[in-house]
């Protein structure tokens, strides 16, 4: 006999309430590898591995966030981590209204945002992004997200596989000179669309897999 419950559809269950304590935690007090234990502790190893590690200052270096949505709390502890190297946002969630401002992040060099509902917009706080790796890839960004990205004076890769990228919008890259490979698989993009960016930014190198061709390259 099933046992009945008074829990609304729509309220948090424990271990939503758990996670967010976690990260309440994590938004109040100094950030400390005891506050990081509590949400290994919640989270499956799976999506949280376990081999994070904390800088001499006392803040993450690298750092993954659970695939849960963010509160406030954990947006405004993100931002606290400003000595982090690496993070990862993947499957971020559409309806978060933006990123949290990574503009004073100037040690970030490595940010995913894999299969998340990210656009343009959500960078509308951070007018500059640090890092020299972006992952995009199974996002939702397009052509006219291209213009809405932050400026990135140290971006020397570039994920948007799996994108609705097409030679518009690569054209639209051209303005991150310092870039040096691009991945653009999976996308609309075109031969034709490719030369044009080579020849703006001639020592990028561009992976792709173009509509109708039967090469496959391993990614990255």
Known sequence: MATSTNQSPNEP???????????????????????LNDLRALTPPDLFPRNH??????????????HCPPTSAAVAALERTTSVTRL?????????AHLPNLENHQSLDWLSLY???????????????HASFLDLSRTAITDDCIAQ????????RLVLTLTDLSDIGICRLSRFS???????????????????????LPHCHVKQRVAG????????
């Not at 590690?53 to 659970?66: C, K, Q, R, W, Y």
């Not at 990862?88 to 978060?96: E, I, Q, R």
């Not at 990205?149 to 020397?156: D, F, K, S, T, W």
């Open 53 to 66: 590690s904390l800088t001499p200052f006392g803040e993450f270096d690298h750092l993954a966030v659970p």
């Open 88 to 96: 990862s946002l993947n499957a971020y969630p559409g309806d978060a």
């Open 149 to 156: 990205l932050p400026e990135m004076p140290r971006i020397q």
């Open 213 to 220: 061709s039967t090469t496959k390259h391993a990614y990255p």
């Open 115 to 129: 299969d998340s509902q990210i656009t343009g917009i959500h960078f509308t706080r951070t007018r500059t992004l």
């Open 13 to 35: 269950n424990p271990h939503q309430r758990r996670v967010a304590e976690a990260w309440n935690k994590l938004a109040k007090s100094s950030i400390s590898e005891s506050a």
């Open 178 to 200: 310092t870039l040096r490979v691009l991945y653009v698989k999976y996308t609309r993009v075109t031969e034709r669309g490719i030369a044009d960016l080579r020849s703006i």
